[in-house]
């Protein structure tokens, strides 16, 4: 058996390779005593829109990473969609990016490495039982591997939960996505996240995106697509041909797509509070938590998640106390958790008779100057204000004064 850690995580994709380096940017004597197992060699293919938000951003500059070293597109604000009307916010001068998941997940796993952590790529786990004094790991080709603390970044597919015999999370859905070339202008899909809903209209709960982004050397191109099916059997073909009729309204693509959409499709789970996100010297972060239910989001959890998960981490080793009863109180407590509110507050509206109604309340469309719920949205998203003002007092009030113009003009 192999000597035993203090810490091994299981995943080496974003969440992974932040809590390793938040650990170790925090606890620099801790980094020959961590370890990251990672399934697949790096760099290796990710599908996902790639949106990461300047306050995450500026999380990863706090840990010493700089994006400078691979390509992304900027965006200076988000748009909601539905129908002929929309609601824009801009991200108060803190662009935002998209990025190429492949090149920024090899960025993060470098960093990791760069702090003295134990990287293993090619290293799949398969399993994984406690001990009296810690957690042991199994790996596909039968070694094993013990650790004080076990950090399951294993993502939205991953069985680490199974492993201990924890509830299976949220269902998964569907998500569809296309990549095409991008001529860069003046035009607001070059510069904004695009979240168009009008696929309620279809009876999908979800939305299609257009986002500004670069492909592998760097090239732009747009990453669209869509979401809002459980991931079951026929969702696809329901995905395409709603996405398809939602893009017949942006005519600035159209002539891009000669040969038509090609597909790659991914699942997401939403995350709850409810579920069990740390027991018994487990923790489990990243999109092993979930994402966003209003963007999809999911680097914003894996940079929170990480950050919590270290000082969960840290704290345990000072106290002997390793039940991870800490780690919900400090996710609740994180940057993601009151843009998950509000995106969960939003999905409950997604219909097509209520969202009109929906879109008033939340966005500044009567030019008056005031800011809505989008405003504040955006300004969290971009690292402006703290979270916490999505709950204040002052904007409980704009929201009544937004229903009562709105029902009584």
């Known amino acids: ?6 810490v091994a995580i299981v995943g080496g994709g974003p969440a992974g390779s932040l809590t390793a380096v938040s650990l170790c940017t925090a ?7 961590v370890l990251l197992l990672e399934a697949r060699g790096m760099p290796r293919e990710k599908v996902c829109g790639g949106g990461l938000a300047r306050r995450v951003a500026d999380r990863l500059a706090s840990l010493g990473i700089d994006l400078e070293s691979i390509p ?30 492949s090149a920024f997940d090899a960025l993060l796993l470098e960093r990791a490495r760069e702090c003295g952590v134990e990287v293993r790529t090619g290293a799949p786990v398969k399993g994984a039982y406690r001990e009296r004094d810690g957690i042991t790991l ?30 299976a999370r949220h269902e998964r859905r569907l998500l569809l996505q296309t990549d095409f070339k991008r001529v860069e202008s003046d035009h607001v899909l070059d510069s904004s996240l695009i979240m ?20 592998e050397e760097g090239e732009p191109v747009f990453n669209a697509g869509i979401t809002g099916l459980p991931y079951s059997k026929g969702a696809s ?47 489990f972060v990243g999109e092993q938590l979930g994402v966003d239910p209003m963007t999809g989001e999911g680097l914003g959890i894996c940079a929170d998640s990480a950050a919590c998960a270290a000082e969960e981490i840290i ?36 219909t097509a008779r209520r969202f009109p109604l929906l879109l008033s309340l939340i966005a500044n469309s009567n030019g ?38 709105t029902v009584y003009g």
């Open 138 to 167: 199994v790996g596909g080709d039968g070694s094993e591997y013990r650790a004080r603390v076990l950090v399951a970044a294993d993502g939205v597919n991953g069985k680490s939960r199974t492993w201990f015999g924890l509830p």
């Open 196 to 215: 168009d809903y009008s696929a309620v209209k279809y009876g999908i709960s979800g939305y299609a995106w257009i986002f500004p982004s670069v492909d």
């Open 315 to 350: 704290c345990a080793m000072d106290t002997g106390d390793y039940s991870g009863r800490g780690y919900n109180r400090r996710l609740l407590r994180c940057g993601f958790f009151p843009l998950y509110t509000a995106g969960k507050i939003f999905t409950e509206f997604l």
């Open 1 to 6: 058996m192999n000597r035993k850690y203090k």
């Open 72 to 101: 992304y597109a900027r965006v200076n604000g988000m748009s909601l969609v539905f129908g002929g009307r929309e609601a824009s916010s801009v991200f108060y001068g803190r662009e935002s990016y998209v990025v190429r998941r």
């Open 27 to 33: 606890r620099p004597e801790l980094a020959g005593d």
């Open 237 to 283: 073909s329901t995905l395409k041909a709603v996405f398809e009729q939602v893009m017949q309204d942006y005519h600035h693509v159209h002539g891009l797509t000669p040969g038509g959409f090609k597909y790659k499709s991914y699942p997401e789970r939403v995350f709850s509070p409810l579920q069990v996100n740390a027991s018994g010297g487990v923790i």
């Open 368 to 405: 008056d100057g005031r800011e809505f719920v989008l405003n504040h949205y955006c300004k969290i998203f971009a690292g402006v204000m703290e979270p916490a003002s999505l709950c204040s007092l002052q904007l409980l009030r704009e929201i009544f004064n937004g229903i009562r113009q």
